[in-house]
């Protein structure tokens, strides 16, 4: 969660800075805890993870590195997508983080996809995960893929992050049910609710929805509430979201109340905190230089077959 934070306000003053930075900053400011509880419980290289624009924590978490963040931020032919696709549209296929696609509620079809190919392969016990706003429930790809999964009764897991806005249209505009978590009896899915700026709890309900869809549950819907501690991306300033929004339960910074929760069960030293601050900000700097002093693709010699192909994906257990 650290990291990413960290990460994220690097990337933000790049961007600001108008430096190397290829396209625009999205960051997940107060969606760590739910983005990276979700995570911790799958497991990289069985499980899927289809993340959104504010799920640096989950990638972490999941596996992917801060190098390649840096790299597609960057640009570089290095990166994993060799620079031909920007910042948040980025992933590792192969190794079940399809590349983000910004069209809201698509990921779900993707994953369910994903997930009934492993079936036909006679595969098990995986998981498949993705992330969305909610605005993005109010698709219809949201109800298609969401649809479909129930019905095949698949392994999938939906975090959707309530941050109480989508651009700046705030939920009131955006669905007329009490709760959004309502919406998961009417495709006969799990539903769960959560205090997403609450790390202790979203570990708990995550770890609870990825257990039932590993265990033939079905579909699981976790609806995390919390308040987008942000403006969309780094060019919106977010003058829309109240003072009274800001103040309210919903929008206390989960980093600030995981701090409180581990130095209450004393689950870290004191000084730990400044020491693994210190050190992520080390590994963000040798990230960034590293990044910046590899190369653009060059559009004249690049080989633009599928990033997925053999020549072009990366280390042996990426060869089919
Ligand atoms: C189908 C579709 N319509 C519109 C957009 C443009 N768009 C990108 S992000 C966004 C808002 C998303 O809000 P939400 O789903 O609540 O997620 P959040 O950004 O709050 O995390 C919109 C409207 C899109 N990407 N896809």
């Known amino acids: 969660m650290l ?15 108008g430096g190397r930075i290829v396209g625009g900053v999205y960051s997940g400011k107060g969606q760590e805890a739910f983005s990276a509880a979700l995570t911790i419980h799958l497991e990289f290289g069985r499980d899927i993870f289809a993340p959104l ?14 190098m390649q963040s840096f790299q597609t931020h960057f640009g570089t032919v290095n990166g994993p997508m060799r620079g031909r696709d920007g910042n948040v549209h980025r992933g590792l296929p192969r190794e079940g983080i399809p590349a983000m696609i910004s069209h809201l509620g698509a990921q779900i079809s ?15 016990g995986f998981v498949g995960a993705t992330a969305i706003g909610d605005g993005a429930t109010s698709t219809g790809a949201f109800h298609e893929g969401l649809n479909l999964a129930a019905i095949e009764k698949l392994p999938l897991v939906l975090a959707v992050a309530n941050n109480q806005f989508a651009y700046s249209t705030p939920n009131e505009r955006q669905f007329a049910c009490r709760n959004l978590v309502d919406r998961a009896i009417g495709y006969g899915v799990v539903g769960h609710e959560v205090d997403a700026t609450d790390l202790v709890a979203c570990v708990r309900t995550f770890r609870e929805a990825v257990a039932n869809a590993r ?23 977010a003058s829309y979201i109240s003072d009274s929004a800001k ?45 910046s002093a590899e190369s653009l693709p060059n559009p004249f010699t690049c080989d633009w077959s599928a990033i997925s192909s053999d020549d072009l994906s990366d280390g042996e257990n990426l060869k089919s």
């Open 3 to 17: 990291m990413a934070r960290l990460m994220e306000e690097k990337l933000a003053s790049l961007y600001r800075s």
């Open 53 to 66: 624009i504010r799920d640096q924590a989950g990638r972490l978490a999941f596996g992917e590195s801060v």
């Open 110 to 124: 993707v994953v369910s996809g994903m997930l009934m190919a492993r079936q036909m392969q006679g595969k098990s």
């Open 215 to 237: 265990s033939g549950g079905g579909p699981q819907m976790v609806v995390g509430n919390l308040l987008r501690l942000c403006g969309h991306g780094e060019h919106d300033d």
């Open 247 to 291: 103040q309210a339960h919903s929008g206390r910074d989960c980093i600030e109340v995981a701090r409180t929760q581990i130095a209450e069960q004393g689950w870290m030293r004191e000084t730990a905190f400044a020491e693994e601050e210190a050190s992520c900000r080390k590994t963000i700097e040798e990230c960034v230089d590293r990044a």
